[in-house]
Structure formats: C-alpha cells, structure tokens
C-alpha cells in the first residue's frame, strides 16, 4: 500500500511559478513510476508529466519547456516545478504512483492562475 499526499498548489498570476510536491509513504518508493495529472472542471482528466524510476520523463506538449518532473528517492518525494503559467493550467493536480499491476493516487491539490 502507497499512501500519497500532495502539496504546494494555490493561486498564482499568469506567468508565475509553483512547485507540487508528492510525498509518498512505503519503502520501495523507487521502484514506482511516477506521474501528475490535472483535472479541469468540465474536462477529463489527463497525463501532465511522467518520471520513471529509472528518471526518464515525459511531458505532455501543452506543458513541455514550462513543466519539470523530478523525483527525490531518499525523500520519496516527486515534484513538479510549473514555470510560466498560463490560466488553462488551473485544475487539480494529482500525484500518481504505478508499478506493475498496483496504482495509487493522491487527493489532488488546487492550482488556479488568475490575474
């Protein structure tokens, strides 16, 4: 069982920058891949930026250059540094653990970027 708990969301300007942190309980952390999704309202939910455990990333093109994944195995944490926001960022953000046929998702955190 992985227990993942983000943080760092809120409101900021257009243009601005935060970073979601996921801190994941469990000890075998490295051996997951790692992933944040947003949900906005009205709108599925989608894939924003993956890490796996070996490091490799993958970004979706509407964040690429903007958006950085990375990942801390000796904090079991994940983060997300968002640069440059735009207001069709806003959405929840959720952190997303799989490793072979077990996945695990957080309760999101709240991003909104408005002037």
């Known amino acids: 069982q992985v227990q993942l708990v983000e943080s760092g969301g809120g409101l900021v300007q257009p243009g601005g920058s935060l970073r979601l942190s996921c801190a994941a309980s469990?000890?075998?952390?490295?051996?997951?891949?790692m992933n944040w999704y947003r949900q906005a309202p009205g709108k599925q939910r989608e894939l924003v930026a993956a890490i796996t455990s070996g490091g490799n990333t993958n970004y979706a093109d509407s964040v690429k250059d903007r958006f950085t994944i990375s990942r801390d195995n000796a904090k079991n944490t994940v983060y997300l540094q968002m640069n440059y926001l735009k207001p069709e960022d806003t959405a929840v953000y959720y952190c997303?653990?799989?490793?072979?046929?077990?996945?695990?998702w957080g309760q999101g955190t709240q991003v909104t970027v408005s002037s």
């Open positions: 469990g000890s075998i952390f490295r051996l997951y891949a």
């Open positions: 997303h653990a799989k490793r072979l046929r077990y996945d695990y």
